[in-house]
């Protein structure tokens, strides 16, 4: 029996794929899996439909799943094309998600390691679900991502609210 497809990775394609791959590492716990990738030829130009096509890069394992699990791969091609800065609410991926312990400590490392917040810290109650904690945050180069702590309830559904934690990250 042939299994269904399996998630394997995401790519971020990236100004300074060393300086984002640190800061992953760093800020959210991710490991380098080697090797480092430094990829031209025809094949890549033919799979791109680039001309020249020149990228490095590396994969990371996300921090929960092993040496076997999905990882980030973070490739910097030598000529990008760049718009604008991701928007939470653009078509597209719009952020990756991490769950944490703590998400005001984990905020913390993120903006010790380079990164920012895009908004406030809330928690909510979401029904059929749980009580959420998160917070949004961007990496060195403005890529979104998500920081959340969940606490699963057991008992009946509770109606969904947001509420805003004054002045606390």
């Known amino acids: ?9 995401t790519n971020l394609v990236a100004r ?3 300086k984002l791959a640190q ?13 480092e990738r430094n990829l ?8 791109t439909s680039l001309r020249r096509a020149h990228l490095r890069g590396i994969h990371l394992l996300l921090p929960g799943y092993g040496a076997k699990g999905p990882t980030l791969e973070i490739f910097e091609y030598s000529r990008e094309r760049w718009s604008r ?16 312990q703590n998400v005001g400590n984990t905020l913390r ?3 010790r390691c380079g990164g920012g917040r895009v ?11 749980g009580r959420i904690d998160f917070v949004y945050a961007r990496d060195p180069e403005g890529n979104i991502i998500e920081l959340q702590k969940w606490e699963r309830r057991s008992e009946g559904p509770r109606k969904a609210k947001s509420r805003r934690r004054a002045g606390r990250a």
């Open 23 to 35: 800061f992953y590492v760093g800020a959210l716990g991710c490991a380098r899996k080697p090797p």
């Open 85 to 100: 800065a991701p928007a939470v609410n653009a078509p597209g991926f719009g952020h990756i998600a991490f769950a944490v």
């Open 119 to 129: 908004g406030e810290r809330v928690s909510a109650d979401i029904e059929g679900v």
């Open 1 to 9: 029996m042939t299994p269904g497809p399996v998630f394997v990775h």
């Open 109 to 111: 490392q993120v903006e």
């Open 16 to 18: 300074d794929w060393e």
């Open 40 to 47: 031209e030829g025809k094949w890549l130009d033919q799979a």
